[in-house]
């Protein structure tokens, strides 16, 4: 089973700035694509940034300028830089990897973390 962790979140002053951080671990053979979304109360999930495989960073409408994706692959893991925080950044933020298993190599698989808060006071 293949467990993805996000950390990093928490409750930060507006315009202070902030990494998450988020790891895959289990039988993985290759880690194809990882990326950030995040989901506010009551409303719908979007997407803050994404590394496709072999490209060029993606980030959301809302999300470019002050949002920085990077990944580690020695280390399975993703961070999302988040610069100048505002208000209306505070949501869940979750982590998302698409990867190919030792036990199925033959397939992708997408897997989510259970997410990590960020709260913006003003």
């Known amino acids: 089973q293949v467990h993805v962790v996000e950390s990093g979140g928490g409750l930060v002053q507006a315009g202070e700035s902030l990494t998450l951080s988020c790891t895959a671990s289990?039988?993985?053979?290759?880690?194809?694509?990882m990326g950030w979304y995040r989901q506010a109360p009551g409303k719908q999930r979007e997407l803050v940034a994404a590394?496709?495989?072999?490209?060029?960073?993606i980030y959301g409408d809302s999300t470019k300028g002050r949002f920085t994706i990077s990944r580690d692959n020695a280390k399975n893991t993703v961070y999302l830089q988040i610069l100048s925080l505002k208000p209306e950044d505070t949501a869940v933020y979750l982590c998302?990897?698409?990867?190919?298993?030792?036990?199925?190599?033959?397939?992708?698989?997408?897997?989510w973390g259970q997410g990590t808060q960020v709260t913006v006071s003003s």
């Open positions: 998302h990897v698409n990867v190919q298993t030792v036990i199925d190599p033959q397939r992708d698989y997408d897997y």
């Open positions: 289990g039988p993985i053979l290759r880690i194809n694509a």
């Open positions: 590394l496709p495989p072999g490209g060029s960073p």
